[in-house]
T-cell receptor, first 113, second 115 residues
């Protein structure tokens, strides 16, 4: 059964550095999402992406964040200048329709020092 | 904006006990409802979902959930839990027409099953 994959599994970075988190969604999915979960808190929606553009974003997804699907397979989340409070688990998800089931990747644990 | 409440943050049960985890949401319109499970060291997996039709839905591993529209609830149940059900359980909603296609999650319930 196909799965969503994410790399790296754990990323440690210094405050102010740029990070790129990578995801490979399931091949027949059309809608893609990023979520984050700060330790001890709920999973929060960041952004949704469809047809090579952002379809929805939350208040968390400010100018420091960007997403792209550069080659039709990878789906990336970039944080331009990381802050301590960006430390969290970041989950990628995908689905065939905007209201359909979303299938999640294993997550990338981002630690900002 | 929609929100999801899970009232039980930590639940400890013995094997063979019955389970009910509460989930309430706030949104006046149509919703799709989900329960996801995260086993230790693994990623979020879909347990079951409700889109329309029979409000009692059955999922994997003997879980079921009932959508009660009048109570804005989607409680998860299992008649007899096993040690392997130890995991974090998340209720989530997708508010149709709510302007956002991302899922809104509850805080999760950490379930521990004692052998």
């Amino acid at each position: 059964e196909p799965e969503v994959t994410q790399t790296p599994s754990h990323q440690v970075t210094q405050m102010g550095q740029e990070v790129i988190l990578r995801c490979v969604p399931i091949s027949n999915h059309l809608y893609f999402y990023w979520y984050r979960q700060i330790l001890g808190q709920k999973v929060e929606f960041l952004v949704s992406f469809y047809n090579n553009e952002i379809s929805e974003k939350s208040e968390i997804f400010d100018d420091q964040f960007s997403v792209e699907r550069p080659d039709g397979s990878n789906f990336t989340l970039k944080i331009r200048s990381t802050k301590l409070e960006d430390s969290a688990m970041y989950f990628c998800a995908g689905g065939r329709a905007s209201t359909d089931t979303q299938y999640f990747g294993p997550g990338t644990r981002l630690t900002v020092l | 904006a929609q929100s999801v409440s899970q009232h039980n943050h930590h639940v400890i049960l013995s094997e063979a006990a019955s389970l009910e985890l509460g989930c309430n949401y706030s949104y006046g319109g149509t919703v799709n409802l989900f329960w996801y499970v995260q086993y230790p060291g693994q990623h979020l997996q879909l347990l079951l979902k409700y889109f329309s039709g029979d409000p009692l839905v059955k999922g994997i591993k003997g879980f079921e959930a009932e959508f009660i529209k009048s109570k804005f609830s989607f409680n998860l149940r299992k008649p007899s839990v096993q040690w392997s059900d130890t995991a974090e359980y998340f209720c989530a909603v997708n508010a149709l027409g709510g302007g956002a296609d991302g899922l809104t999650f509850g805080k999760g319930t950490h379930l521990i099953i004692q052998p």
